[in-house]
């Protein structure tokens, strides 16, 4: 089929793009798994290291730290040190403390575990266990500020931790930028199943799994691996796996696009599930201007994205508090496959997102809007215009 040869296609880069993030996939989930099970079973003191504060208050967890760790290992080995720089969310501090002792034991065992299955995702494994100093320098080593010139890479190792730690959605994002420019982005999503049967369904199956055994290695298909490369006018979904070597043989990656629906009375719209995080208010109003009637769809992480470039939704809005500067990683990786997809996303003010200025997308006006196709688009940008200054963001 097309979909295998122009997935033989892709650079080297996207490639062990979409091999890392698989791997940091297996690594998500198994935390997961554990934290769901403690919090049913027994809250001992493991359960307290698990979830950890950051200054701004949103939490962090082992498998923030562990998939830093894992992606920044594998793609220094994979190309050299002298040839990756990385900006990425999570740094060391917290991790390094003396009372941190067990919190960082629970990382290295994740990121040794994980990485001791790499060659089932046809990347290599270390010879040895990572000793703990390693792994810190792994995570440690994402210390790129990005900025307008060269290649680096951009990672978010869990975007929505909240809903991560919640047992709901949550994602792996992981982009490469060559002179500002987003080339190709990779967006993992353990929780998202490959057909549409999926969010509103998946809390209570989540809470109904949680006080089951966990599913047999492998036989559980509910995420998925999306991808693009900037330029190619093509998307792509495979299956979460955890033996690639099983797919080799088959035309695993499927193509995805965007909804052709381009009727408000029709369209879905997702938005972040916190309040905190954007407006529902704000976004509810143009909802109504533009003639949109269908519920949103609160979801957490970058899965928004992914519905777009999917197909699942039309439009994808965003509006922080003033005063929020929005980061790279949560964004990238998201904006490219959406593109490719054949989506528009802009700044409210109709202009491109400008990933070229550092670790925040500077200059952004007001909020984000990702939607399927350009009428949708056009309809959002001129409500914003007409309804902004009655807001008080
Ligand atoms: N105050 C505020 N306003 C806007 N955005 C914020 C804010 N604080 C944090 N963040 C970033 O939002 C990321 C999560 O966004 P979501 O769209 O997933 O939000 S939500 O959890 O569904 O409410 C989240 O990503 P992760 O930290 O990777 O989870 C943050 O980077
Ligand atoms: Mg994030
Ligand atoms: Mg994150
Ligand atoms: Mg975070």
């Known amino acids: 089929m097309d979909g295998e040869n122009e997935h033989n296609n892709i650079s080297k880069e996207l490639d062990v793009a979409v091999r890392v993030v698989q791997m940091a996939c297996s690594l998500c989930q198994r935390v997961q798994d554990g934290m769901l099970h403690n919090n049913n079973n027994n809250r001992d003191h493991h359960h307290q290291q698990q979830i950890n504060s950051k200054d701004d208050n949103s939490p962090v967890t082992v498998a923030d730290w562990g998939v830093q760790a894992t992606v920044s290992w594998i793609l220094t080995e994979c190309f050299g040190s002298e040839n990756v720089s990385i900006v990425a969310e999570e740094d060391v501090q917290t991790l390094s403390k003396k009372e941190a002792a067990g919190l960082l034991e629970s990382v290295v065992n994740a990121v040794n575990e994980c990485l001791a299955e790499a060659p089932k995702f046809g990347l290599e494994s270390p010879s040895k266990a990572l000793e703990s100093w390693e792994v810190l320098q792994a995570i440690s080593r994402c210390n790129s500020d990005g900025g307008p010139k060269g290649r680096y890479w951009v990672l978010d190792p869990v975007d929505g931790t909240l809903g991560f730690v919640r047992g709901d959605q949550y994602a792996v994002a992981l982009a490469l930028i060559e002179d500002g420019e987003v080339i190709p982005g990779v967006l993992g999503c353990p929780n998202y199943p490959m057909k549409k049967q999926w969010l509103n369904y998946h809390q209570s199956y989540y809470r109904l799994m949680s006080k089951l055994s966990p599913p047999a290695a492998g036989s559980w298909d509910k995420g998925c691996v999306l991808y693009a490369q900037r330029g190619s006018g093509k998307a792509w979904m495979q299956a979460l796996v955890h033996d690639h070597r099983k797919l080799d043989q088959h035309s695993?990656?499927?193509?995805?696009?965007?909804?052709?629906?381009?009727?408000?009375?029709?369209?879905?719209?997702?938005?972040?599930?916190?309040?905190?995080?954007?407006?529902?208010?704000?976004?509810?109003?143009?909802?109504?201007?533009?003639?949109?009637?269908?519920?949103?769809?609160?979801?957490?992480?970058?899965?928004?994205?992914?519905?777009?470039?999917?197909?699942?939704?039309?439009?994808?809005?965003?509006?922080?508090?003033?005063?929020?500067?929005?980061?790279?990683?949560?964004?990238?990786?998201?904006?490219?496959?959406?593109?490719?997809?054949?989506?528009?996303?802009?700044?409210?003010?109709?202009?491109?997102?400008?990933?070229?200025?550092?670790?925040?997308?500077?200059?952004?006006?007001?909020?984000?809007?990702?939607?399927?196709?350009?009428?949708l688009h056009d309809r959002i940008i001129n409500a914003v215009d007409a309804s902004w200054d009655s807001s008080n963001l």
């Open 252 to 375: 695993y990656a499927r193509e995805i696009k965007v909804s052709t629906i381009d009727d408000p009375a029709i369209a879905t719209f997702c938005e972040p599930v916190e309040k905190t995080n954007s407006s529902h208010s704000f976004t509810a109003g143009l909802a109504e201007s533009v003639g949109l009637r269908k519920q949103p769809l609160r979801v957490y992480s970058m899965v928004k994205y992914a519905a777009i470039a999917r197909g699942d939704a039309e439009i994808f809005m965003k509006f922080a508090r003033a005063g929020y500067k929005e980061k790279i990683w949560d964004h990238a990786a998201g904006v490219v496959i959406v593109q490719e997809a054949g989506g528009v996303v802009t700044d409210a003010g109709g202009r491109p997102l400008d990933f070229s200025r550092g670790v925040y997308l500077e200059g952004l006006d007001r909020g984000i809007i990702a939607c399927s196709g350009s009428v």
